[in-house]
């Protein structure tokens, strides 16, 4: 299991930040503090670290794999006050341009070449996020192995005497959220199931497994969200399946937004009770939905809406959240983001295996659609 911890001289593991600093800096950097001891060296760390803590504006990580030191990074903000002529129309709410700045980035040797310094870099482009930071820099020296690494990641680059720095935009987080594809065949019941014998077909698991083999194989350790209930949970289990490092996370939040009255009841009783058309009502217009004792279309929307931005909040190591959840809950969210009436949700049915992707920036709370209903 894959942990980011941020700490500070008050945590229970500032000591083991120190521990891994100091032998950071004599692997690295050996000419810093040469032969002094490595309690020497901790304490001047610690003076130096805390200094920089108070001044603000800096956040320091430790890695931890299966529980085992594995890397650290020591980041922090620089602040620019934006001209005048630089306060375009989407930038007059910020003042400032904000750059997150690596100082210090460190997998150690035996920790490497298992894609934990994307994960660490991924951590820190969305501490940054958190932040209000837009650009983010850092630098290293000509000919040092950390060069490949940076290269790999698209940045701007520029040499100036014997340091190369790398410069770029921090990209906004993504998030896809997947639907659930066909479900059993269910003529055999003559009542409306319950969630548990609602199961998906053969051909949705199997697409489900091939389309996580593609998304999955560059974003190891990724926290898959999904709804417990039983197509959206085989959903998420076939399509993690490819990569054993995925955490399944279910969560209520993400349940199907459907009208509890209905369930038990005969299939024949339901149009005798609601109306020949209320399937149609209950997906094209919800808000006049005649099931009154059931959760309500806005509620649905707030509670997606609150669920989706606590996740992109948070700090992850992955450039990328992804949601598994049904179908009507997506409409209703998507209907809800792009302040469309409600009513209209159901414009957005599909019964395949899709996805949407979402941008969001945790310091504006904002969203962006970037692609709605993508054949995955």
Known sequence: MLELKQVTPQSPLWDSFLHLYGEYFQRHWPEVFGDQPEESIAKENHTALEQRILQGDRGLFLLLNAGQLAGLANVYLEREELKQKELVQKELERKEKVTLNI???YIRDEDQRQKLGHGLWHGMLQWGRRHGATQVHLETDVGKNANFFWQSHGLASYQVDERVHYHGPIPPLKILWIRHGHIIPLDHLDYCPEDHLIALDATSIKQAKEIGIRILGKRPWQTIY???????????KAFSSADKSCLLQETEALCEFFPEELIGLKLADIPRRYGEDYAHRLLHTPLDSPFKNSEQVTDAANRIHRFIMQMGDELSMSSMRMIISHQNLHNIFLAHLMTRDLNLSGRWHLNHLHGS?????????????ENVNIPL
């Open 103 to 105: 100082a210090e980035f």
């Open 226 to 236: 999904t709804s417990p209930q039983r197509r959206a949970l085989e959903t998420a």
């Open 357 to 369: 992707t979402f941008l969001y920036c945790p310091y504006t709370k904002q969203f962006d659609v």
